[in-house]
């Protein structure tokens, strides 16, 4: 079955980095790259372009500006390579980043957004940048994984998942978490920061569901003690030199406590590793 990958680009060094990423990632599986321009103009919505009487000036020079630019990054690796594993289609939308995501995925069948962490007009010093942790938040129909600009694609050592074991997840929630584990052949960690002194019957039995999802993957458990939970997630992972984060998107729950300002800006400028938002089918 080939995958279908959308690729979101406003043409800066850190979208194209995570487009090599993909393409790098993805490298022996038979994939369909769709490289995704959102063209936003201030003023103008999708419901205002009816006509052309609502199209003027502004918005015609930006879209004619965002095709220029697209037809450059045609020119550009990896889209010259000649992998024959890879086909790539090349859209340009005027609105809302957002929304746009949100209608390509579903009219696309898109399995996983992959995107920079940083554009072009994200603040210098802040890693994940806000169009990456709005698509993480808001983007549910299918996992995102943001690359940091300055993060080359090599092969992960391993892939750290933090849960706190109250939630009961299903297989379909992890595929794509084991889908990379298994693309770089790397081991999941399991990592909880502790803070109860012995786990409840419910987390027992969803610790014993969990094994029976990763059992296909290499995956270890580990404990953390006395720390905060965006602290602790960011220690294990520099100590280890771990390759990517993984989370289950649980909207105003665990995800959302690590998403949230200010953790955004601390996870994100002090980790630097590639972040995997999966999603709680519940919600």
């Known amino acids: 079955m080939i995958k279908r990958i959308l690729l979101p680009t406003d043409?800066?060094?850190?979208?194209?980095?995570?487009?090599?990423?993909?393409?790098?990632?993805?490298?022996?599986e038979e994939?369909?790259?769709?490289?995704?321009?959102?063209?936003?103009?201030?003023?103008?919505a999708k419901s205002n372009l009816l006509s052309l009487d609502?199209?003027?000036?502004?918005?015609?020079?930006?879209?004619?500006?965002?095709?220029?630019?697209?037809?450059?990054?045609?020119?550009?690796?990896?889209?010259?390579?000649?992998?024959?594993?890879?086909t790539f289609e090349y859209l340009i939308e005027i609105g809302d980043l957002t929304d746009?995501?949100?209608?390509?995925?579903?009219?696309?069948?898109?399995a996983?957004?992959?995107?920079?962490?940083?554009?072009?007009?994200?603040?210098?010093?802040?890693?994940?940048?806000?169009?990456?942790?709005v698509t993480m938040e808001k983007i549910r129909g299918c996992p995102v994984l943001a690359i940091p600009g300055h993060i080359k694609f090599k092969v992960a050592a391993e892939i750290v998942f933090p849960t706190s074991f109250k939630t009961t997840y299903?297989?379909?929630?992890?595929?794509?978490?084991?889908?990379?584990?298994k693309l770089a052949n790397a081991a999941i960690r399991v990592l909880y920061i502790q803070k109860d002194i012995d786990f409840s019957k419910l987390q027992i039995e969803n610790k014993a569901v969990l094994n029976q999802i990763l059992a296909p993957t290499t995956f270890t458990h580990h404990k953390?003690?006395?720390q905060n939970l965006h602290n602790g997630v960011r220690s294990f992972v520099q100590s280890r030199d771990s390759g990517m984060?993984?989370?289950?998107?649980?909207?105003?729950?665990?995800?959302?406590?690590?998403?949230?300002?200010?953790?955004?800006?601390?996870?994100?400028?002090?980790?630097?590793?590639?972040?995997?938002?999966?999603?709680?089918?519940?919600?």
């Open 224 to 226: 953390l003690y006395n």
């Open 100 to 110: 746009n995501l949100k209608e390509i995925i579903k009219s696309k069948d898109i």
């Open 170 to 181: 299903k297989e379909t929630e992890l595929a794509a978490l084991l889908e990379i584990s």
């Open 112 to 133: 996983l957004v992959l995107m920079g962490t940083r554009g072009e007009t994200d603040s210098k010093h802040l890693i994940l940048g806000s169009n990456a942790v």
């Open 11 to 28: 043409f800066s060094a850190n979208s194209n980095n995570a487009i090599h990423y993909a393409t790098q990632l993805y490298k022996e």
């Open 245 to 283: 984060i993984a989370f289950v998107n649980k909207k105003h729950n665990f995800f959302g406590s690590i998403f949230s300002n200010p953790m955004v800006k601390d996870l994100g400028n002090n980790t630097n590793v590639p972040i995997l938002a999966l999603h709680n089918l519940e919600h």
């Open 54 to 86: 609502n199209v003027d000036q502004t918005l015609i020079a930006a879209k004619a500006e965002a095709e220029k630019k697209m037809e450059a990054l045609k020119t550009q690796p990896p889209f010259n390579a000649k992998n024959t594993n890879h």
């Open 31 to 44: 994939c369909q790259f769709f490289i995704f321009h959102s063209c936003y103009v201030p003023g103008y």
